[in-house]
């Protein structure tokens, strides 16, 4: 895969040339990087990984078509708290995040988020709603998340259906997310605002 970026590039096309944008770099050269992940993640569980892996490359012509508010875009020296129960359901989207320069911690649970912040500064807080946390199921977690930051960090929810997102507990986040392409459009518009 990085070779065929590497040749395609600056393809020439009848009319003149075409360059890939850092984002569409960015999707393109983090697959691999997500599926190399997903095949340490699922090494024994071959069916598990190649499902992982289809769900991958589903995501990439969604990526590939996001749009960053200037164009281009360098996260280097910002970094993310991600927060999600089921990490690998994110991989990909993180890998793009950090082609683009920023940095990603991963909490599993409200409490381990709650205490990287104590011991570190992020620029960025992305969370899902509900999750597994102390061997139950918290279908609120996120909005609590949120709740408990109270404004100090951006947060963005990333969630399976806007449709079923509180409007009323998730007036507090920077944004709300239901796909790829708007949770990095999201993060890039928060990090490059935060600068």
């Given at each position: 895969?990085?070779?065929?970026?590497?040749?395609?590039?600056?393809?020439?096309?009848?009319?003149?040339?075409?360059?890939?944008?850092?984002?569409?770099?960015?999707?393109?050269?983090?697959?691999?990087?997500?599926?190399?992940?997903?095949?340490?993640?699922?090494?024994?569980?071959?069916?598990?990984?190649?499902?992982?892996?289809?769900?991958?490359?589903?995501?990439?012509?969604?990526?590939?078509?996001?749009?960053?508010?200037?164009?281009?875009?360098?996260?280097?020296?910002?970094?993310?708290?991600?927060?999600?129960?089921?990490?690998?359901?994110?991989?990909?989207?993180?890998?793009?995040?950090?082609?683009?320069?920023?940095?990603?911690?991963?909490?599993?649970?409200?409490?381990?988020?709650?205490?990287?912040?104590?011991?570190?500064?992020?620029?960025?807080?992305?969370?899902?709603?509900?999750?597994?946390?102390?061997?139950?199921?918290?279908?609120?977690?996120?909005?609590?998340?949120?709740?408990?930051?109270?404004?100090?960090?951006?947060?963005?929810?990333?969630?399976?259906?806007?449709?079923?997102?509180?409007?009323?507990?998730?007036?507090?986040?920077?944004?709300?997310?239901?796909?790829p392409r708007r949770v990095i459009e999201l993060a890039v518009q928060a990090l490059e605002s935060?600068?």
């Amino acid at each position: 895969m990085p070779e065929i970026v590497k040749r395609l590039k600056k393809a020439e096309i009848p009319g003149g040339k075409f360059e890939f944008s850092d984002m569409q770099k960015a999707a393109v050269n983090a697959l691999p990087d997500a599926i190399e992940e997903g095949a340490q993640a699922y090494r024994d569980k071959p069916d598990q990984l190649a499902g992982f892996v289809r769900d991958q490359l589903n995501k990439l012509p969604e990526l590939q078509e996001t749009r960053l508010p200037t164009g281009q875009s360098n996260l280097t020296g910002r970094s993310i708290l991600w927060v999600d129960d089921q990490p690998m359901n994110n991989v990909y989207e993180s890998s793009v995040l950090k082609r683009l320069g920023a940095s990603i911690v991963s909490a599993r649970s409200t409490d381990e988020a709650l205490a990287f912040l104590r011991q570190d500064r992020f620029d960025l807080v992305i969370s899902d709603v509900g999750r597994e946390e102390n061997d139950r199921r918290n279908p609120t977690a996120g909005y609590e998340l949120l709740e408990k930051l109270d404004g100090r960090y951006p947060l963005i929810v990333y969630t399976s259906s806007l449709a079923r997102l509180n409007q009323e507990r998730a007036r507090l986040a920077f944004g709300a997310a239901d796909t790829p392409r708007r949770v990095i459009e999201l993060a890039v518009q928060a990090l490059e605002s935060n600068m």
